[in-house]
């Protein structure tokens, strides 16, 4: 069964600081990863997908694949209190219309 | 940006009776919608994928006799929930792929149905 795992949290950083998730899929067929923000009572809005190994920047936001390792993860810089909410990591197994396979998302806290 | 709408918005009905609820792509075609649940607290669930113009693909553990989806056009998808129950309260997102190159997964607002 595919899975992909994440720390439930709450992971709480001080406001300006670096808020890292983590995520593992067991998948390794998978080829495209998604991290997803998602605000209580709210349908998930995409912040970020990546599909080759590295890093890729985008604003505040990178996230990091490693394939081998089977991990992504995404970091937020200068963490603001808006940035408060789940994060949800998705795989996909390929670049078609295959469904997403969703973590269980992490709550994140940012502290004024 | 690619747009995915869903009505209603927020249902509450009474245990025993049939909810409908309608996920359209404005502004794209869809073959393909996908159906999630979300219980509280909980993550995504996929119940379903919808296809246009042929039988919903449903996940394991899913009735389809109680999950009805029915994907008449490349723009519109419905779920109905039939003899719902209490337990069948829950956050319900669709979903529909667009965009161009990664094919991005666009969701809808979400509809939240409260059975009585």
């Known amino acids: 069964q595919k899975e992909v795992e994440q720390n439930s949290g709450p992971l709480s950083v001080p406001e300006g600081a670096i808020a890292s998730l983590n995520c593992t899929y067991s998948?390794?067929?998978?080829?495209?990863f998604f991290w997803y923000r998602q605000y209580s009572g709210k349908s998930p809005e995409l912040i970020m997908f990546i599909y080759s190994n590295g890093d890729k920047e985008d604003g505040r936001f990178t996230a990091q694949l490693n394939k081998a390792s089977q991990y992504v993860s995404l970091l937020i810089r200068d963490s603001q209190p808006s940035d408060s909410a789940t994060y949800l990591c998705a795989v996909r197994a390929n670049f078609g219309n295959e469904k997403l396979t969703f973590g269980t998302g992490t709550r994140l806290t940012i502290i004024p | 940006g690619a747009v995915v709408s869903q009505h209603p918005s927020w249902v509450i009905c009474k245990s025993g009776t049939s909810v409908k609820i309608e996920c359209r792509s404005l502004d794209f075609q869809a073959t393909t919608m996908f159906w999630y649940r979300q219980f509280p607290k909980q993550s995504l669930m996929l119940m379903a994928t919808s296809n246009e113009g042929s039988k919903a693909t449903y996940e394991q553990g899913v009735e389809k006799d109680k999950f009805l989806i029915n994907h008449a056009s490349l723009t519109l998808s419905t779920l109905t929930v039939t003899s719902a129950h209490p337990e069948d309260s829950s956050f319900y997102i669709c979903s529909a792929p667009g965009g161009t190159g990664i094919n991005e997964q666009f969701f809808g607002p979400g509809t939240r149905l409260t059975v009585l």
């Open positions: 998948d390794r067929g998978s080829q495209s």
